[in-house]
């Protein structure tokens, strides 16, 4: 028989390991919800981000023009990659959907070799729904001209609300 001491000493060994993998709950309100093929959660099935969640990874930022706004614009957020990598996200594909029920097919590949960016910013200002916020996949248009095509511009969700990772 293993003596209980054994069995609180062996738990505690594996617990940082598991603490590890375990993202923290929001405390604000929740802006993101990751689901589908992710091995980290903070909820079941899935890992909700408030703001300040999202706005601790490394930001990153950019300036371009796109279809939606006046001229050259400054974004920043988290790269897509930064963001999915905190997750343990899987899968070739994700369904975004938006605060109005857009749903568009992401291809991960694409929004990771591309540099976008989960933007939360424009300009220096927090995006609003009413600007297209809170959260918006935004590509580098200018710096990679030929991402300045529908089916890049059909990724570029705005009023971003969850990501569900599929095969």
Do not use: C
Request: proline share 6%; charged share 20%; hydrophobic share 50%.
């Amino acid at each position: 028989m293993i003596a209980p001491l054994a069995l609180a000493a062996a738990a505690l060994a594996s617990a940082p390991a598991a603490l590890a993998d375990m993202l923290a709950k929001p405390t604000g309100d929740i802006v993101l919800t990751i689901g589908g093929k992710i091995g980290k959660e903070n909820a079941p099935g899935q890992a909700d981000f408030d703001l300040d969640m999202l706005r601790a990874m490394p930001a990153a930022k950019f300036s371009t023009s796109t279809p939606w706004t006046e001229g050259a614009v400054e974004f920043e957020g988290v790269l897509v990659k930064t963001l999915f990598d905190a997750v343990g996200a899987s899968g070739k594909s994700i369904k975004a959907a938006a605060l109005n029920d857009y749903i568009a097919d992401v291809d991960v590949k694409t929004v990771i070799e591309a540099g976008a960016i989960i933007a939360y910013r424009m300009n220096g200002e927090f995006l609003s729904v009413r600007d297209k916020g809170p959260l918006w996949i935004m590509f580098p248009f200018d710096e990679k001209p030929q991402l300045k095509a529908e089916p890049i511009y059909s990724q570029s969700v705005w009023q971003l609300r969850k990501m569900t990772f599929i095969d």
